[in-house]
């Protein structure tokens, strides 16, 4: 269960800590007038958000090898690579929809006020931003908790594989009942901590 919970914790925290900054710089891509750069970024976005993480993460541990020798990684780099291409995605299209949401009086105002760019979306535009996307963010968390039990395809020990071995070693349910425990947990933490940052951020109103 311990080697499980290792490789749950490693996901998480390696997905959203590069997922989360990918998202953004694609959804100012997606936003830019640059029409290339611009289909390019929804290209991608319709390719990650429009076909299962499963299959993406056999495509880059067994497709990729066969294009081409040097593209070979081992089980959980690929799950790294996958999952966070594959989430970047999703933010992307979270914070657009938060950006798109924002007055735009609001970029007009802050230029008039002699704002640059940087002081206007530190300032203005991401506290507003942050307390917009927050909720969906959240859900994002969680449901990333529970798709790492899809590492199973590649062989890796996640926590659900493991307490499957477990069970059928054991002969017993019991290992199922604390990997849901833990899935439980996880997901109660991510919870209280979203809502504090939702709080944090309330008086953006």
Not at 22 to 46: C, E, M, P, Q
Not at 51 to 72: G, N, T
Not at 177 to 203: D, F, G, N
């Amino acid at each position: 269960m311990f080697e499980g919970v290792k490789i749950l914790l490693e996901l998480f925290f390696v997905t959203t800590i590069f997922s989360i900054p990918l998202g953004i710089v694609v959804a100012f891509v997606r936003l830019s007038n640059n029409k290339i750069a611009s289909s390019v970024s929804s290209f991608y976005i319709w390719i990650m958000r429009g076909s299962p993480l499963l299959l993406q993460m056999m495509f880059f541990y067994y497709v990729l090898p066969i294009i081409s020798p040097k593209l070979v990684f081992d089980q959980l780099t690929v799950a790294f690579i996958a999952f966070v291409i594959n989430y970047a995605a999703y933010y992307a299209e979270i914070f657009r929809g938060g950006l798109l949401s924002i007055d735009k009086g609001q970029f007009e105002a802050a230029k008039v006020l002699g704002f640059d760019k940087i002081t206007m979306y530190k300032r203005i535009i991401l506290p507003q931003l942050t307390k917009r996307v927050l909720p969906p963010v959240s859900n994002e968390l969680i449901t990333l908790v529970k798709d790492t039990s899809l590492v199973y395809i590649l062989g890796l020990n996640d926590l659900l594989r493991v307490a499957t071995a477990a069970s059928n070693r054991e002969a017993s349910l019991m290992p199922f009942a604390y990997a849901a425990v833990i899935y439980l947990v996880m997901t109660a933490i991510l919870t209280k901590l979203m809502a504090l940052l939702e709080k944090r951020y309330s008086y953006y109103r």
